[in-house]
Nanobody
Framework: EVQLQASGGGLVQAGGSLRLSCTAS????????IGWFRQAPGKEREGVSCISSSGGSTYYLNSVKGRFTISADNAKNTVYLQMNSLSPEDTAVYSC?????????????????????WGRGTLVTVSS
């Protein structure tokens, strides 16, 4: 059974940091790229950051560039999202997903295509 477990969310003040983890099981980790997506109340889901299985390619939403860093530990089947300089606009439920390699990383991370494997989200709340 494919499982993606996101963790690390919580309440943080503006300017603070959090590190999210996405641990995968039930499939060969390197067969998929991994992405972080978020959905704020009343807004559509958006791709935040994605990383290729090799770690050689990454994608970032413009609004998080320079603040968020995605990384992977293939030995642990885990992808991390280090989030610094958080602002209230980053408040959302963050979910990770296994991205097929049929199209480019940016394609899926931009919200196109069909993603079959999603993990349950973790809530990030940034207070002002």
């Amino acid at each position: 059974e494919v499982q993606l477990q996101a963790s690390g969310g919580g309440l943080v003040q503006a300017g603070g940091s959090l590190r999210l983890s996405c641990t995968a099981s039930g499939f060969t980790f390197t067969d998929y790229d991994i992405g972080w997506f978020r959905q704020a109340p009343g807004k559509e889901r958006e791709g935040v950051s994605c990383i290729s299985s090799s770690g050689g390619s990454t994608y970032y939403l413009n609004s998080v560039k320079g603040r968020f860093t995605i990384s992977a530990d293939n030995a642990k089947n885990t992808v991390y999202l280090q989030m610094n300089s958080l602002s209230p606009e980053d408040t959302a439920v963050y979910s990770c997903a296994a991205l097929p390699k049929l199209q480019s990383l940016a394609y899926y991370c931009s919200g196109y295509g069909t993603i079959f494997y999603w993990g349950r989200g973790t809530l990030v709340t940034v207070s002002s």
